[in-house]
Structures are given as C-alpha cells and as structure tokens.
C-alpha cells in the first residue's frame, strides 16, 4: 500500500523522535524485510478472527469488527433486493419468452431495455426527490430510526421502521437490475421453445402449462443460475452508489468513506471478502447446476 502507515498514527506535530518512530514500526513489524512483513499478514489472515489491521478511520478498532458491523445492513438491503429481482425477473422472461413477437412482449423488451441503460444512482436520486422530499413517504437517509446493539435488540416496530428505511433503496436496485434477469430469461426460453424435444412433448399431448415451465423453464434457468450466482457474490460488496445516494451504513457506503479517508487496512479487508464471497458463489453456482440438469455431475 502506498505511503507508511506511520504517517496515519504518529502525530508530526506530537511525535517528532526517532525513537518514538522507531517503536511504531517495531510495534507493526515494519521494520522486518517484506517476505517477513508478507507472512506476518498471512497468519493473521487464516486466523478466526481473521486480523487485517486496524481502521485508520475507526481508530483503534479493528477492521473485521468494523466490517461486521455494517455487513448485516448491505445482506439485507442486496439479498433481500436481488431475490426479489430474480423471481419478478424469471416469471416476466418466462411469460414473455412463451410469447415471442407479441405486444406483451414488445412492450416489456422496450421497458426493459430503458431500465437496463438507466443508471442506478440516478434513480436513487429521482426516488428520493419524488418519494423522499416532496411527498415525503419514505426516509431519505439512514438504515433506522434508532441504533441497535446486544443490550439493544430488534423488536417487531424496530423491523418495520428497518424495512421502511430499506424501501426506497430496494426498490432502486430491484427496478435496475430486473431488466437483466428478464431479458436474458427471454431470450433463452425463446430459444429453448424451438428445440425438437419441445415439439416432441407437444406431440405426445401435454399440456402447455407443463411443456413451458417444467421443461422449457426449467433448461432455461441454467444461465440465471450463473447470474444470481454471480450477484449473490457482489452481495457483500453492496451497492456502492445506492448506499451513497440514501446514506445507508452498508458494506458499499463503509466501502465509500474508507477511500476519502485513505484507510488502506480498511480497503484491504473489504476488497478481500468481496473476493472471497464472489469465489464462493461461483462455486455454489456450478454446484446448482446439477439440480436443475441431470446429466452435469458434481
């Protein structure tokens, strides 16, 4: 990382000795070669809990304590946002895809695409100007009205005031992201329609119903699984510019401050476990696959 942590935790203007520098590197091992120093920070990473510094801006906390502290905020509002999104946006390709041509059809691709090349931080902003400043329905910034802790759990009015801080932010990457979902799953159940082992089922006489979503629907989920696989993933990371627009304390808005700060320990940790969830849902995804196709084995 650029620049020497010692810069962030030695005031110039407090601390001016060399021996007091020279404490602070033995203190964070700065002093060893760099195979050394790169060692040091594998051993801390494989320990539980896994030790990736302290926060430069949460100063003296560490940073996976930091990070567990806004991560519960971005599973809700992204999980919960991208469940929503694959389910609306699996039934509307499905519909859509069995009516190739038509003016559902049409209407719904030319929606679609409008909402694909729509920016998300954009509609954040509208959403909140409409629903937040004039009329004001929803919150316009914040995951709560009041903090929570072990001493101050969730209470049944603490979920509803959670979920209506939440609305808003939702609905801006449920309405962004369905267009995806949608047209891929259409594309793919028009071309799985036109497949002999379609015209074969309608020749032994089942219905449509069966031939559309047993069948049809159920080869067409092979590239949705990928998807959600993939957004699943970037679960951890958030939404950067969404969190940003409504001030939600999530991984994405954590993500935000800690680059206007420079806390480098901060970004090292957060870029790690995206990483890693990313690699795990990939994984999970191909594993999926064998739900939905027999003939892929484990």
Same mark, same amino acid.
């Not at 971005?74 to 469940?83: D, E, K, N, P």
């Not at 190739?100 to 902003?125: E, H, Q, R, Y």
């Given at each position: 990382?650029?620049?020497?942590?010692?810069?962030?935790?030695?005031?110039?203007?407090?601390?001016?000795?060399?021996?007091?520098? %020279?404490?602070?590197?033995?203190?964070?091992?700065?002093?060893?070669?760099?195979?050394?120093?790169?060692?040091?920070?594998?051993?801390?990473?494989?320990?539980?809990?896994?030790?990736?510094?302290? /926060?430069?801006?949460? +100063?003296?906390? #560490?940073?996976?304590?930091?990070?567990?502290?806004?991560?519960?905020?971005?599973?809700?509002?992204?999980?919960? /946002?991208?469940?929503?999104?694959?389910?609306?946006?699996?039934?509307?390709?499905?519909?859509?895809? /069995?009516?190739?041509?038509?003016?559902?059809?049409?209407?719904?691709?030319?929606?679609?695409?409008?909402?694909?090349?729509?920016?998300?931080?954009?509609?954040?902003?509208?959403?909140?100007?409409?629903?937040?400043?004039?009329?004001?329905?929803?919150?316009?910034?914040?995951?709560?009205? *009041?903090?929570?802790?072990?001493?101050?759990?969730?209470?049944?009015?603490?979920?509803?005031?959670?979920?209506?801080?939440?609305?808003? #932010?939702?609905?801006?990457?449920?309405?962004?992201?369905?267009?995806?979902?949608?047209?891929?799953? *259409?594309?793919?159940?028009?071309? %799985?329609?036109?497949?002999? +082992?379609?015209?074969?089922? *309608?020749?032994?006489?089942?219905? %449509?119903?069966?031939?559309?979503? /047993?069948?049809?629907?159920?080869?067409?989920?092979? #590239?949705?699984?990928?998807?959600?696989?993939?957004?699943?993933? +970037? $679960? $951890?990371?958030?939404?950067?510019?969404? %969190?940003?627009?409504?001030?939600?304390?999530?991984?994405?808005?954590?993500?935000?401050?800690?680059?206007?700060?420079?806390?480098?320990?901060?970004?090292?940790?957060?870029?790690?476990? $995206?990483?890693?969830?990313? $690699?795990?849902?990939?994984?999970?995804?191909?594993?999926?696959?064998?739900?939905?196709?027999? *003939?892929?084995? +484990?």
């Amino acid at each position: 990382m650029p620049g020497s942590p010692l810069f962030y935790f030695a005031n110039p203007h407090m601390i001016t000795s060399h021996v007091a520098m %020279e404490a602070l590197k033995q203190r964070f091992g700065l002093d060893k070669p760099v195979w050394v120093q790169f060692t040091l920070y594998l051993q801390n990473l494989f320990s539980w809990p896994p030790n990736f510094g302290v /926060s430069y801006l949460f +100063y003296p906390t #560490p940073v996976f304590t930091v990070i567990m502290q806004y991560l519960p905020w971005t599973l809700f509002l992204v999980g919960v /946002s991208t469940i929503i999104t694959a389910i609306i946006g699996i039934l509307v390709g499905i519909v859509t895809g /069995s009516r190739p041509g038509s003016k559902v059809d049409t209407t719904v691709i030319s929606v679609s695409m409008i909402l694909w090349t729509m920016p998300f931080f954009w509609l954040g902003i509208i959403l909140l100007w409409i629903f937040g400043l004039t009329f004001h329905l929803f919150p316009i910034a914040g995951a709560a009205s *009041r903090g929570f802790s072990a001493q101050n759990p969730l209470g049944l009015g603490d979920l509803f005031d959670v979920m209506w801080h939440a609305f808003l #932010p939702m609905m801006t990457l449920v309405i962004a992201a369905y267009a995806g979902y949608s047209l891929i799953m *259409r594309n793919t159940m028009v071309n %799985e329609l036109s497949q002999d +082992y379609i015209l074969m089922a *309608r020749a032994k006489g089942l219905s %449509e119903r069966v031939i559309l979503f /047993s069948h049809a629907a159920r080869n067409a989920m092979l #590239p949705m699984i990928t998807l959600i696989g993939l957004n699943l993933g +970037y $679960v $951890v990371s958030g939404a950067l510019l969404v %969190e940003i627009v409504f001030a939600y304390p999530g991984v994405g808005y954590l993500t935000y401050r800690a680059v206007l700060a420079h806390d480098f320990p901060l970004l090292q940790g957060l870029f790690f476990m $995206v990483s890693l969830a990313v $690699v795990a849902a990939n994984y999970l995804a191909d594993l999926a696959y064998a739900l939905f196709d027999p *003939r892929i084995k +484990y």
